[in-house]
Nanobody, 125 residues
Framework: QVQLVESGGGLVQAGGSLRLSCAAS????????IAWFRQAPGKERECVAA????????YYADSVKGRFTISRDNAENTVNLRMNSLKSEDTAVYYC??????????????????WGQGTQVTVSS
């Protein structure tokens, strides 16, 4: 099991930026993929970005490509999500999640076993 704690959510104006962090503990992340999901009211949870700990390969949902950047910090065992040019439709609870590396689309929510509690991001306009 990987323990995950998100931080960095808050209220931001449209066009602004925000950085979310996901602190991981419990296991080495060398063979893990860490992803950010979000869930807006009335919508299903969706993957917005993912990164493999080993190699740093990244994946992005089309809706956030060019605006969001996922990265990892090996020293602090964290995964960050830099969100730029935020839009009102980015408003959601953002969760980080972890899974073992493997085949398949990394955005498949069914692959993820460990989840953080979520952090609220609200984009005002």
């Amino acid at each position: 099991q990987v323990q995950l704690v998100e931080s960095g959510g808050g209220l931001v104006q449209a066009g602004g930026s925000l950085r979310l962090s996901c602190a991981a503990s419990g296991r080495s992340l060398g063979s893990y993929t860490i992803a950010w999901f979000r869930q807006a009211p009335g919508k299903e949870r969706e993957c917005v970005a993912a990164i493999t700990w080993s190699g740093g390969r990244t994946y992005y949902a089309d809706s956030v490509k060019g605006r969001f950047t996922i990265s990892r910090d090996n020293a602090e065992n964290t995964v960050n999500l830099r969100m730029n040019s935020l839009k009102s439709e980015d408003t959601a609870v953002y969760y980080c999640a972890a899974k073992r590396d493997g085949s398949g689309w990394p955005g498949n929510i069914g692959f993820y076993n460990d989840w953080g509690q979520g952090t609220q991001v609200t984009v005002s306009s």
